[in-house]
C-alpha cells in the first residue's frame, strides 16, 4: 500500500509556469516516486520526465528545456518545475512510484493551460 500526495497542479495562462509536487510514502521503506507521466483526453499516458534516488534525470525531447525534474531523497519526494506552459501540455499529470518492481500511481493532477 502506497500514500501519494500530489500538489501544484491547475489552471494557468499559455507561457506561465506551474511546480508539481509528489510524495509517496507506505510500508514498504524501498517505496520510492521515480517519474511523471501525463494523460491527455483521448491519448495513452506518456512519459514526462524520470528520476533515480542519484539523481539521473530523463526527458521525452518535446519537453527538453522547458521542464525541470527534481527530487528530495530525505522527503521521499519529486518535483517537476514546468515552465513556458503550452496548450498541448494540458492533460492529467500523474506521480509514479516503484517499490523494487511493483509499479503504483498517484491520484492524478489536473494541469489546464488556456490559450
Known amino acids: 500500500q502506497v500514500q501519494f500526495v500530489e500538489s501544484g497542479g491547475g489552471l494557468v495562462q499559455s507561457g506561465g509556469s506551474l511546480r508539481l509536487s509528489c510524495a509517496a510514502s507506505?510500508?514498504?521503506?524501498?517505496?520510492?516516486?521515480v517519474g511523471w507521466y501525463r494523460q491527455a483526453p483521448g491519448k495513452q499516458r506518456e512519459l514526462v520526465a524520470s528520476?533515480?534516488?542519484?539523481?539521473?534525470?530523463n526527458y521525452i525531447d518535446s519537453l527538453k528545456g522547458r521542464f525541470t525534474i527534481s527530487r528530495d531523497n530525505a522527503k521521499n519526494a519529486v518535483y517537476l518545475q514546468m515552465n513556458s506552459l503550452k496548450p498541448e501540455d494540458t492533460a492529467v499529470y500523474f506521480c509514479?512510484?516503484?517499490?523494487?518492481?511493483?509499479?503504483?500511481w498517484g491520484q492524478g493532477t489536473q494541469v489546464t493551460v488556456s490559450s
Open positions: 528520476i533515480t534516488s542519484g539523481g539521473i534525470t
Open positions: 507506505g510500508s514498504s521503506f524501498s517505496i520510492t516516486p
Open positions: 509514479k512510484a516503484l517499490d523494487r518492481t511493483v509499479i503504483y
